[in-house]
């Protein structure tokens, strides 16, 4: 009796505890022609499908109106095979997939998948009372906020919240939602540029809040296995997504709120950018440095300069200062015709003492106070005005700005201070205050400048860099970076997680200022690493305070000969980094990869961010400490992986300590893989699909692999879906000591596919070959006993398979 009694109180107590609310009781449950709608005695749950791996979940209070203005969701819902079960204690809605469960007393909400508990409502919503966090980065002053409230797993590793440095494992963290720059971070960073209403799961899921307005994610600061999503007004909604595996997951995600466009080719190119060029002389002599030293370019970024000699009091201006830029177009010209192109800084505000405060008052483009004039307010550079996206007005003059120096030949636009980094709390924009637009504006201005360049230039693909904006920013071609990071060994220690973590959440293209952007610290092996580890960074884009340069061309003989080979490899790359542009644009692949996505019940690589893939096939480890002559790599199980510059192999799921040089980084590849790469070129203008290195990388471990690469002609929007693309298809099959290797090719109904000379180079070839046939025909063996690898020339015509077979000696 007393056993019984004490699991009657234990199952009564856990009742208790797992009840969402204790005020709030099941009434009804109706279905609608798209969800379901389910009244309890405070408000109603709206919940409805968007696929079988993707469910969206709305709390309406008692006495308010459904608010559907999303910023973040284009995928349409969809609950055409949605099952529902009903019996005295609970409704079960099933898709197939994912599955909500509903226990009707004492009332609970919770999610599961394929039978798998993933999340349950702890409180679900409520008002409370604020108490700031944090008075230094606080910008809520509602005196009641609202929260909704989830159960966590005492195991459960959690991620997301946009760009932080906090360790890959953010539970524990109470984190502000409230887009906010942070000059000169190193190790940690509470609060960034780039939040993001997001939470990840070691658990596999994803749960989205899809509200804009500022408030705060805490992931279980207090430790009591609570996840709460706290805001200051707006919609209760929220998306729980799913998926097999971890590459499902965000597929699904970035389904639902948008895939990245492919950004031209040259995006993939080095850029030569500084705080900045003062002069159109400054400009083009930088860049015959680098056409003098044969260091790969592809483009040049203005900063502040190109509008005003000084830094404070020109902001706004927004034209070419004719002074230091006599002759802006010429200059556009001259860098084309060198394969450069040309990137301006913006920012969205307008200073009383600009050239265009006048024009902007007067045309009504302005942000405004509580009594309708212009909301004027000072900060570094100058006493201020903000421009209005969400007033029709506002957002046409500016798109106009943009759409005029498009047809100057402008190519991309950097959208600086974009959070916006000064937005105070009294100013009041068309749709809303500042506070609920706050972390959408650089959202809507990534929106604003990519539909102005695809109005001007609709067979040019934008190229935008922002650093500030909100869920689904990727949808418009936007490429974050992660701000104002410190030139220190510290700064450069957090950025693999930041880019890790941000490629989770959509935003594939995070990459850093490489070699750091504060502080006048001239360290060449600092700069090196951080260059070496560019070359596995989406975007490779050196920029910094000009006390130092960023420019590998004004460095010492040593870091600009070791930066050159670094820019050369990233170059040789370029096919296979312009497949991983395909991967995210089709499946929302991240660039790079966390290694818990290849091991995803591996719980002692759920808080790692020292070594990461590049794609599926190369495994980087970036050298971050100074000094170093030696570091622990992991190297993911089920796969051998060879060191890209020795071809040794090492069998994976095993930690080993490799030794360092200085001339790269450890970088190895995955056996079995096809690594497609480029002749030397000094742009990406240069690049030739037609003629190529194709390395494969032969191991026993492997008896059959495929792989697929994506080209086109690097510039045309939606080239894959306008059939204006070839697919490149690379198969291998080793058995008892004979290998086959067959090339097939896709061509698109509108691309002018050409033959292509390729040279096949196979690693691991440990002696020299019996005899090699392609097509039949028998080929002349060209082994090289040093490097162990053996090389095969063959001349290939798309419209036809190549079939090359191999008899090694055993």
Not at 121 to 150: C, M, Q, W
Not at 167 to 180: A, I, Q, S, T, V
Not at 387 to 392: E, G, K, Q, T
Not at 741 to 761: P, V
Request: hydrophobic share 35%; charged share 25%.
């Amino acid at each position: 009796m007393g056993y019984l009694r004490h699991s009657i109180l234990f199952l009564f107590i856990s009742a208790i505890s797992l009840a969402q609310n204790e005020n709030r009781y099941f009434l009804s449950v109706d279905k609608n022609k798209d969800d379901f709608i389910v009244k309890v005695s405070d408000g109603k749950y709206q919940i409805q499908f968007y696929s079988s791996e993707i469910v969206e979940t709305t709390f309406i209070p008692k006495g308010e109106s459904e608010n559907k203005n999303s910023h973040a969701i284009i995928l349409n819902a969809n609950d055409g095979k949605v099952e529902v079960a009903d019996n005295d204690s609970s409704i079960t809605i099933t898709s197939g997939g994912v599955q909500v469960e509903i226990t009707k007393e004492p009332f609970r909400i919770s999610y599961s998948y394929k039978g798998k508990s993933i999340i349950s409502e702890k409180r679900g919503y409520y008002k409370s009372a604020h108490k700031p966090i944090d008075l230094v980065h606080d910008n809520i002053t509602a005196k009641t906020t609202e929260k909704i409230e989830f159960n966590l797993s005492s195991d459960e590793v959690l991620y997301g919240g946009g760009a932080r440095a906090l360790g890959m494992d953010r539970r524990g963290n109470k984190l502000p939602l409230f887009n906010k720059a942070h000059y000169g971070y190193e190790t940690k960073s509470e609060l960034m540029n780039f939040t993001l209403p997001i939470v990840l799961s070691s658990k596999q899921y994803i749960i989205h809040f899809d509200n804009a307005p500022v408030g705060y994610l805490d992931l279980d600061s207090k430790g009591v296995n609570t996840l709460t999503y706290e805001t200051i007004s707006g919609r209760k909604t929220y998306q729980v997504i799913v998926g097999d595996s971890w590459y499902d997951i965000v597929n699904n995600y970035t389904n639902l709120t948008g895939k990245q466009p492919m950004p031209p080719r040259w995006a993939l190119g080095n850029f030569s950018s500084r705080f900045g060029y003062h002069s159109q002389k400054e400009t083009e002599n930088t860049i015959s440095k680098f056409k003098e030293d044969e260091i790969p370019l592809d483009a040049v970024i203005l900063d502040l300069y190109w509008f005003g000699k000084e830094i404070t009091g020109t902001m706004g201006n927004l034209e070419f200062h004719r002074d230091s830029f006599p002759n802006p177009e010429q200059m556009i010209k001259n860098l084309r015709d060198k394969n450069v192109e040309t990137i301006l800084i913006t920012e969205p505000f307008v200073l009383t003492t600009s050239g265009k405060w006048k024009e902007a008052v007067e045309e009504n483009v302005l942000a405004k106070d509580s009594i309708g004039n212009p909301f004027t307010f000072d900060f570094y550079f100058g006493n201020t005005g903000l421009i209005d996206i969400y007033n029709p007005k506002g957002e046409q003059w500016f798109k106009n700005i943009y759409k005029d120096l498009a047809d100057f030949g402008v190519t991309g636009f950097w959208g600086d201070l974009g959070e916006p980094e000064v937005h105070p709390e009294g100013l009041l924009h068309a749709s809303g205050t500042a506070n609920e637009m706050h972390n959408i504006y650089g959202h809507n201005w990534a929106e604003l400048v990519y539909e102005a360049n695809i109005e001007v230039n609709p067979n040019q693909r934008p190229f935008i860099l922002m650093r500030a904006g909100y869920s689904g920013s990727q949808r418009f071609g936007m490429i974050p970076w992660s701000g104002d990071v410190n030139r220190t060994w510290g700064g450069l220690q957090s950025q693999p997680e930041i880019a890790l973590q941000m490629g989770m959440q959509g935003l594939a293209y995070m990459h850093s200022d490489l070699g750091g952007f504060a502080g006048a610290n001239l360290d060449d092996e600092l700069y090196v690493r951080w260059l070496q580890y560019g070359v596995f960074q989406p975007i490779y884009r050196p920029h910094a305070q000009e006390e130092v340069p960023s420019e590998p061309v004004f460095r010492s003989d040593e870091a600009k000969a070791l930066a050159k080979e670094a820019i050369e490899l990233r170059y040789q790359l370029l096919p296979y980094n312009y497949n991983l542009v395909y991967e995210n644009n089709q499946f929302g692949k991240p660039f790079m990869r966390p290694l818990f996505f290849e091991e995803s019940d591996n719980a002692e690589l759920f808080n790692y961010s020292k070594t990461y893939l590049w794609g599926n096939d190369i495994l980087v480890s970036p050298v971050l400490y100074q000094g170093q002559k030696e570091q622990e790599v992991y190297f993911p199980k089920n796969a051998v992986w060879f060191d890209f510059y020795s071809n040794e192999s090492i069998e994976g799921g095993q930690t080993k300590a490799v030794g360092l040089n200085k001339k790269s980084i450890p970088t190895y590849v995955r056996a079995g893989a096809f690594i497609l790469m480029s002749k030397p070129i000094q742009s990406t203008k240069e690049y030739d699909a037609n003629n190529l290195d194709v390395h494969y990388y032969l191991d026993a471990f492997v008896g059959e692999s495929e792989q697929k690469y994506y080209n086109d002609d690097g510039k045309t929007p939606e080239a894959l879906e306008k059939g204006d693309y070839e697919i490149f298809e690379f198969k291998s099959e080793f058995k008892n000591s004979r290998l086959e290797i067959e090339f097939e090719a896709e061509i698109g109904d509108r691309f002018n596919t050409e033959s292509k000379n390729i040279n096949l180079i196979i690693h691991n070839v440990k002696k020299q070959p019996k005899r090699i046939r392609v097509n039949g025909k028998k080929a002349l063996i060209n082994w090289n006993n040093k490097t162990k690898t053996m090389s095969v020339p063959i001349k290939w015509n798309t419209s036809e398979e190549i079939e090359i077979k191999i008899k090694l000696k055993k």
